[in-house]
């Protein structure tokens, strides 16, 4: 696997795994904190990576579990949010951290993409969120110098939070450290906080083999822990908010 050089920015590029830490506290109404461990790739959208044919079941890219899934690409489908938004990155570079499809399965609770003028410049994030219902959102994020964003919640992903409320993303693109985390603030409680803590790992097919053999099925598992947590944190008692209407999955903000 070839690492691609990134010469804008002075050191080498995409492909990258992150082998990471993903981190929930809740603090209301019960407390309660939950932590798995998962890696995660960041990609150039443009020069997705090419594996050896025997470790390509280990990670594939497909524009299907993105977006609309309707677009020929990855690539497209973002290129078609950002216009819906007045945003044209002009051919302009596309960095996205997420989950692969591994042995055949993919579950994304957030993909993120930093994407970029041709200056070189960021333009925008856009976070793009999966729920367990299998519906898909995106948020149009423009961030500060330090990689921070505030945008309103307006998709359901947890049957123990209603639609309300504002997220405070932050968000600084990776380098040899992933620091990333989500703050969910609501009228009247405590904030519900995500984060992910990683760090930097060339793409190469022995470091590929490592994480796929200590974290097997490790979408299939992320998706499996939400179901498993959700159902301890019901039998505590946890209120349930019934979920809106069935969106599709082709809703975006």
């Known amino acids: 696997m070839t690492v691609l050089p990134d010469r804008r920015q002075g050191r080498a590029g995409p492909p990258a795994l992150y082998p ?6 809740r603090r209301a109404p019960r407390r309660y904190a939950l932590r798995h461990r998962t890696y995660l790739w960041l990609v150039d959208l443009d020069h ?3 594996l050896p044919r025997p470790l390509r079941p280990l990670a594939r890219f497909r524009a299907r579990d993105h977006f609309t899934g309707r677009a020929p ?14 945003v044209d990155l002009r051919g302009g570079r596309v960095l996205m951290l997420a989950h692969a499809r591994i042995l055949g399965h993919v579950f994304n609770p957030l993909t993120l993409y930093w994407c970029y003028g ?18 898909r959102h995106a948020y149009l994020l423009h961030t500060d110098a330090t990689g921070t964003a505030t945008v309103a919640k307006d ?24 620091r990333l985390s989500v703050r969910l603030q609501r009228p ?4 519900f906080t995500a984060s992910v803590h990683g760090r ?23 998706s499996a822990a939400i179901r498993f947590h959700g159902i301890r944190l019901f039998l ?18």
């Open 236 to 253: 505590r008692g946890l209120p349930v908010h019934p979920r809106p209407g069935r969106r599709t999955s082709e809703s975006v903000s």
């Open 48 to 50: 997705l990576p090419v």
């Open 155 to 178: 998709f359901y992903v947890s049957p123990f939070h209603p639609v309300d409320g504002h997220y405070e993303m932050r968000l600084p693109p990776p380098g040899e450290r992933l």
């Open 118 to 135: 041709l200056d070189g410049a960021l333009r925008c994030v856009v976070a793009e969120v999966h729920n367990t219902y299998g519906e």
């Open 188 to 191: 009247g409680s405590p904030p």
């Open 73 to 86: 690409s990855i690539r497209a489908a973002l290129d078609g949010f950002l216009a819906e938004h007045g």
């Open 20 to 25: 990471c830490t993903i981190t929930h506290v």
């Open 200 to 222: 930097r790992r060339e793409a190469t097919a022995p470091a590929l083999l490592r994480l796929a053999l200590r974290r097997p099925w490790s979408t299939l598992t992320v």
